[in-house]
């Protein structure tokens, strides 16, 4: 899984709005059923990331450098997130 790059399929631009960030489909680069997504600031980041692909050390590395949070938990969050995003066919 470590080796593996992730990257967004579509275009979105992201946008902070009321406090949330957003990512939202430019037009049908995205297909026809792409939604809103909502993003806390920690998913946040990692769709930056995503955004020109990366693999999952290097989510791995820029989550621990960026947050508080323990090796162990980010891998189970990041995971959790992919997986999410792939389940939604979010990921090429």
Known sequence: MENKVYALK???VLRQIAGE???VPISN???DDANIVILNPVSQVIWGKL???AT????LNL???EFDVSKEEATADIKE??????EA???K
Do not use: H, K, P, R
């Open 29 to 31: 680069t995205a297909g």
């Open 81 to 86: 997130f992919l997986n999410g995003l792939e």
């Open 10 to 12: 579509g275009a979105y």
């Open 89 to 91: 066919g979010l990921l």
């Open 56 to 59: 999952f050390d290097e989510i």
């Open 63 to 65: 989550v621990t450098t």
């Open 21 to 23: 960030y957003l990512a």
């Open 51 to 53: 955004e020109n692909g």
